[in-house]
């Protein structure tokens, strides 16, 4: 059974910075990529970052280029995302996800094999 567990978000004011982290299991954490997305009140879920399974490529969200970091341990099944420079408008639910990217004639998409339960993250201005 695959299992992603956040660590707890919290609330942090302007400017702050937050680290999350999901630790996998149930799963060959190598074999795929990473990600987090995020859900703000009455907005659709959205990707936030993602890193590859070798952890050398990654990409991000153009609202967050420059102050989020995501990073994987292979060794502990443990993706982080470092969130530096948080904004009101980072307030959301965060998921970690295990997805598989699938690419097909210069269109790729990520296939989610499985979520992680949420943590919040509130930014207060």
């Known amino acids: 059974q695959v299992q992603l567990v956040e660590s707890e978000g919290g609330l942090v004011q302007a400017g702050g910075s937050l680290r999350l982290s999901c630790a996998a299991s149930?799963?060959?954490?190598?074999?795929?990529?990473m990600g987090w997305f995020r859900q703000a009140p009455g907005k659709d879920r959205e990707f936030v970052a993602g890193?590859?399974?070798?952890?050398?490529?990654?990409s991000y969200a153009d609202s967050v280029k420059g102050r989020f970091t995501i990073s994987r341990d292979n060794a502990k099944n443990t993706v982080y995302l470092q969130m530096n420079s948080l904004k009101p408008e980072d307030t959301a639910v965060y998921y970690c996800?295990?997805?598989?990217?699938?690419?097909?004639?210069?269109?790729?998409?990520?296939?989610?094999?499985?979520w992680g339960q949420g943590t919040q993250v509130t930014v207060s201005s």
């Open positions: 149930g799963l060959t954490f190598s074999n795929y990529a």
């Open positions: 996800a295990a997805y598989r990217k699938i690419c097909y004639m210069n269109n790729c998409s990520r296939d989610v094999r499985s």
């Open positions: 890193i590859d399974w070798s952890g050398i490529s990654t």
